[in-house]
């Protein structure tokens, strides 16, 4: 057991120098932060997916997995002639 509180412990320490420990919780200063925001994280992707339906989820990964650092998945989509329907993902 005394194990398992050291090994919190190091993940504390280095999630305040800035590490990120728990996937998803990037941004957290503290082990527990971060778990707190991967939970929220999850549970807003999880919402979005409800309110959207399958299609809509669909249509707007679509659109995000055309994303680059240099010009957004829109402009991509426009300039590939690729078909992007935003009305199933824009409620």
């Known amino acids: 057991m005394a194990s398992g509180q050291e090994s919190r412990k190091e993940l504390d320490r280095k999630a305040r120098e800035g590490e990120t420990v728990v ?3 990037t941004g957290g200063k503290s082990v527990e932060a971060q778990e707190h925001l991967a939970e929220g994280r999850s549970r807003g992707g999880q919402t979005r997916r409800e309110q959207l ?3 809509g989820y669909s249509e707007m990964g679509k659109k995000g997995g055309l994303s680059t ?3 957004s ?3 991509r989509a426009a300039r590939e002639g690729v078909t992007i329907d935003e009305s199933k993902f824009t409620k």
């Open 73 to 75: 998945g829109g402009e």
């Open 53 to 55: 339906g399958q299609q």
């Open 69 to 71: 650092t240099d010009e």
């Open 23 to 25: 996937p998803g919780g």
